[in-house]
């Protein structure tokens, strides 16, 4: 798939994320020029994904994406000012070490084909070389996409869930929730936040589907919310049952977590399940503004039901990067 466009693929597009990703989070010494790096990294992708590159070793490159964002120091040392300048505070429920918080280079591989993972990696990571070290990496896959209503699809969690419901899904939505529309250095760009996850399925699991279900405030077999309708609709948060009892209940995710009670924008959200160092999530979420990622998980903090099923062990954000070509490089109007 191009590479090029005013927005790095691997975002929106393909419209139907690939089921298989990797993201590769690492560091940069402190006398690496960023440009140069950035501008080389662009170069390899447009190899990599037209299947020029030999590093490929004869793999078709199909669908491959590739998704670069720097973090926080990176847009610092550009400009303080910029959206992506700010860290990730901590949250509760975090079991972090040191090299799994934070970090300079975000490196998102997505594809059909899970063979094209490691192995795109290793070119990229190889083009870079004693610049950078990697931090921490982390695979993932999505299951199958499935209807929901009003043309939007997505996949079941490793709860079972139906996840991804909420988020903008059309052009107009992007551009207002999604997209950077400025300043010029960032314009196309986005804000990402990677947050890796443990589940505890076996307590998850004991609960009945009922139990199961309060938690999400979801039908665990349709995804239409507790207080009814179709799984595209805004769940009713002030609808009781006849005795006085919230049909979305009071701690529920969707209740939580919902954008307007929350007072932020949406945000895009891509789930994947992991199976080591743990069965998990890894949670990636693209917006045009981190506080929709953290006044969202302030509010989960503080009575969020599905939160009492995770152990955080891995989060960083990053200003994912406006798009390129071959006449505009990678990088080139934040690090000149």
């Not at 899970?114 to 982390?138: D, F, I, N, Y």
């Not at 004991?206 to 199961?212: F, P």
């Amino acid at each position: 798939m191009s590479p090029t466009g005013r927005h790095q693929a691997g975002i929106t597009l393909p419209q139907s994320a690939q089921p298989n990703l990797l993201a590769v989070v690492a560091e940069l010494g402190d006398a690496v020029a960023v440009g140069p790096l950035l501008a080389e990294l662009g170069q390899t992708i447009h190899a990599l994904t037209a299947g020029t590159d030999p590093r490929l070793l004869g793999l078709p490159p199909g669908d491959l994406t590739v998704t670069i964002g720097v973090g926080p120091r990176l847009v610092r040392m550009a400009d303080p000012s910029l959206p992506g300048a700010a860290d990730l505070p901590r949250f509760s429920r975090e079991q972090i070490a040191p090299q799994a918080r934070g970090g300079d280079l975000l490196v998102q591989i997505c594809a059909s084909d899970p063979l094209l993972l490691p192995v795109v990696a290793t070119a990229l990571l190889q083009q870079a070389g004693h610049r950078v070290q990697e931090r921490w990496r982390q695979s993932g896959r999505r299951g199958p996409n499935i209807p929901v209503d009003k043309g939007i699809s997505a996949p079941r969690n490793l709860l079972g869930f139906i996840d991804g419901i909420v988020g903008p899904h059309t052009t107009a939505e992007h551009q207002r929730h999604l997209w950077l529309a400025g300043p010029a250095p960032v314009g196309g760009g986005t804000i990402a936040v990677v947050r890796r996850m443990e589940l505890d399925l076996p307590r998850f699991t004991a609960l009945s589907v009922a139990d199961q279900e309060a938690v999400f405030g979801r039908r665990r077999a349709t995804g239409v919310p507790l207080s009814g309708g179709t799984a595209a609709w805004d769940p009713n948060l002030g609808a009781k049952t006849p005795d006085g009892r919230y049909l979305v209940p009071a701690d529920a995710h969707v209740r939580r977590a919902n954008p307007n009670v929350v007072g932020v924008g949406l945000m895009l959200r891509r789930s994947y399940s992991t199976d080591a160092p743990a069965p998990g999530l890894l949670f990636i979420s693209f917006q045009n503004d981190l506080r929709t990622f953290t006044n969202t998980l302030a509010h989960m903090d503080d009575s969020d039901a599905l939160l009492r099923f995770t152990t955080t062990t891995a989060s960083a954000t990053f200003l994912i990067l406006p798009g390129f070509d071959q006449q505009h490089p990678l990088g080139a109007k934040m690090f000149h």
